[in-house]
């Protein structure tokens, strides 16, 4: 649906990156790399390419490795076999087995280690890869596409992320424009994103006033895709009257009821696999990365000023430090 409305883009830099992704999906074995603020829909545009391609029959599979521990990223990715190295009690069949033939889509690229990114790189060019404790080698033929909302070649000149690898990449790059800049296309976005949601929620018939159509066309949506669906979404379900107001957009400091969604989501790309879960343990892990990625997003806000950080969330400044060396988060 979100992805529907990105295509309706009439802006040049928008019309380049869509060209550039049907590109992508006729190159069937390319890696594609997506980049692009936060919450502009890099997954909608990876899975676009995807069912574009002739892959589109086989798995379409996530992974976001910033916010999972590197051993877990690599057990997820590559799989692994018993063994007393890895702490496991039973085999783990991981991503690139499971999406043999199709797709793999990892977002947040820049946030994959070192030894991630040499793995990575070595699969990519010999679609062979080794399951953690096993000495078995196992061919797969995964096509990878990354996403970024940083500048990678920034990250290779600092030594953060392998040339080769940003190299393979770089060969296709799908730039996609912050809605900011694409003014013209805001209303047609908005006006296909209400019909959707009124057909969905059967709120009957809903259209923007003029002062909602100025609010919409002038202001920045920092957050991108994500806020103009959400707030689109908020109009057409709760506005009082079949005329939607400026205010009727605006959204509020988030609910318990819309963290709740946001985790549910995340969870349940982290959990794909719940159902053969056989042991314990999922709680703690759950609230350990929770609170890793929610200390580190908020010293990298204060610039690494752990007393404003300790204030913000609302914890003793000797409790923050002992959670910085435990989770060793780099500020």
Do not use: C
């Amino acid at each position: 649906m979100e992805v529907e409305a990105l295509f309706l883009a009439k802006n040049k830099k928008m019309l380049k990156a869509v060209k550039d992704a049907e590109k992508a999906a006729l190159l069937n074995n390319i890696s594609v790399l997506i980049s692009g603020e936060d919450s502009f829909g890099k997954e909608l545009i990876a899975r676009r390419i995807h069912s574009e391609s002739q892959r589109k029959h086989k798995p379409f599979l996530t992974i976001n490795t910033s916010g999972t521990a590197v051993d877990i990223a690599e057990m997820e990715i590559f799989g692994w076999k018993m063994d007393t190295s890895t702490r496991t009690k039973e085999d783990k069949t991981g991503i690139l087995a499971k999406t043999n033939g199709g797709t793999l889509y990892i977002e947040d690229i820049a946030g994959l280690d070192d030894n991630l990114q040499t793995k990575l790189f070595k699969f990519i060019v010999e679609k062979k890869y080794r399951p953690l404790g096993s000495t078995r080698i196992i061919r797969s033929d995964t096509r990878v596409i990354g996403s970024t909302s940083k500048k990678l070649s920034d990250s290779v000149k600092k030594g953060n992320f392998r040339e080769d690898l940003y190299k393979i990449f770089k060969s296709i790059e799908i730039k996609l424009p912050p809605l900011r800049e694409l003014k013209e296309d805001l209303l047609p976005m908005a006006s296909y994103l209400l019909d959707y949601y009124k057909k969905k929620y059967e709120t009957g018939y809903k259209e923007f006033s003029a002062t909602a159509i100025k609010f919409i066309t002038g202001y920045d949506w920092p957050d991108n895709l994500r806020e103009l669906s959400l707030a689109v979404k908020k109009a057409a379900i709760l506005s009082d009257t079949p005329i939607i107001q400026h205010n009727d957009l605006i959204l509020d400091v988030p609910s318990k009821y819309s963290i709740y969604e946001f985790l549910n989501e995340k969870l349940n790309k982290y959990l794909s696999d719940i159902g053969e879960i056989k042991t314990g343990g999922l709680y703690e892990t759950i609230i350990s990365e929770v609170e890793k990625s929610l200390l580190a997003i908020v010293l990298r806000e204060t610039n690494g000023n752990q007393l404003k950080s300790s204030k913000i969330l609302g914890i003793n400044r000797n409790t923050l430090r002992s959670k910085i060396k435990q989770y060793d988060i780099k500020s």
